[in-house]
């Protein structure tokens, strides 16, 4: 069984061709990835100025809308949410610090 996220990506997989006049996420990948990594930029500011005011409800609002322009983007670029949770499960058990100092040797 599939959970949310997985329907959701499910359901922007299959919308992206969809008529842009009566899609917003056809209208969207129309538009362009730049259009798309813009639109999860500005809801990444949207969450952090949320988290910041101590807004719950924002918070939980603006993190959803990050999460489904981040899975546009995803899509858009021809990965998954698979390939994200595969480099998860690749960083687990490594300290965060030491992950991102090997980011910074490669």
Known sequence: ??????????????????????S????????????????????????????IADDRAGLVGESADLIFHLIVLLA????SL?????ELARREGVSGLEEKASRREN
């Open 24 to 51: 917003y996420v056809a209208k969207l990948t129309s538009r362009g990835r730049a259009k798309i990594a813009q639109k999860v930029g500005e809801e990444a500011v949207e969450t952090v100025i949320a988290a």
């Open 1 to 22: 069984m599939a959970d949310s996220l997985d329907a959701l990506e499910q359901v922007i997989r299959e919308r992206r061709s969809s008529d842009p006049a009566t």
């Open 76 to 79: 858009d670029a021809g990965l």
């Open 82 to 86: 698979d390939d994200v949770r595969a």
